[in-house]
């Protein structure tokens, strides 16, 4: 997203609820972590209200983005996941979703968690953050990463600071405040 964001998506029918409830703001459960991923991938090569328009659809097909429920689909909802319309039918994507599920139940022994495993990386610069998703996950380069941090609090920048949001993310206490990160405005 650009600063173009804060100007172009209140009053937008696709964006405005993300926008202004959800972007930026911290996001500390597991599904939500993995919803943002899994939503992230998808959105690679794609237009992003293209993703939020199929946002009920992905909750739909993958069972609510319960990472148990995803982590044990087999050969069988891998080819009802390529089948479905209501979703992006990119076969890396689906095997991302489900591969990237198995990894974050792996985090729950060495981290206690997809949200255990951000806070013990965290803060350091993008490119380490993307070095280090790229060894834990799969299909997460640069965009994606960046994208997820500052979508679930971690990076600053989600919003401009003149945006009305900016200080409703700034009294929710993102990971990039605690950090004592400064908030750059993106170009």
């Not at 993008?126 to 960046?146: K, S």
């Not at 003149?162 to 990160?181: D, H, S, T």
């Amino acid at each position: 997203m650009s600063r173009s964001y804060c100007r172009s998506a209140p009053g937008d029918a696709v964006h405005d609820f993300y926008h202004g409830n959800e972007y930026g703001f911290p996001v500390g459960d597991e599904t939500s972590l993995f919803e943002r991923l899994v939503l992230e991938i998808n959105q690679a090569g794609l237009s992003w209200a293209g993703v939020l328009r199929k946002r009920e659809n992905f909750r739909a097909a993958y069972a609510g983005f319960d990472v148990d429920a995803v982590a044990a689909f087999g050969a069988m909802d891998e080819a009802r996941l390529l089948s479905d319309p209501g979703i992006v039918r990119n076969r890396k994507k689906v095997a991302a979703a489900l591969e990237n599920a198995r990894r974050i139940v792996g985090l729950r022994q060495s981290h206690g968690g997809f949200h255990g495993w951000l806070q013990r990386h965290h803060p350091r610069p993008h490119a380490d953050w993307t070095g280090l998703f790229r060894r834990t996950f799969v299909f997460t380069g640069p965009l994606i990463v960046e994208e997820f941090l500052l979508s679930t609090g971690y990076l600053p920048g989600a919003h401009t600071a003149r945006c009305p949001v900016f200080a409703r993310i700034v009294g929710a206490g993102p990971p990039w405040l605690e950090a004592g990160l400064d908030h750059v405005e993106r170009p």
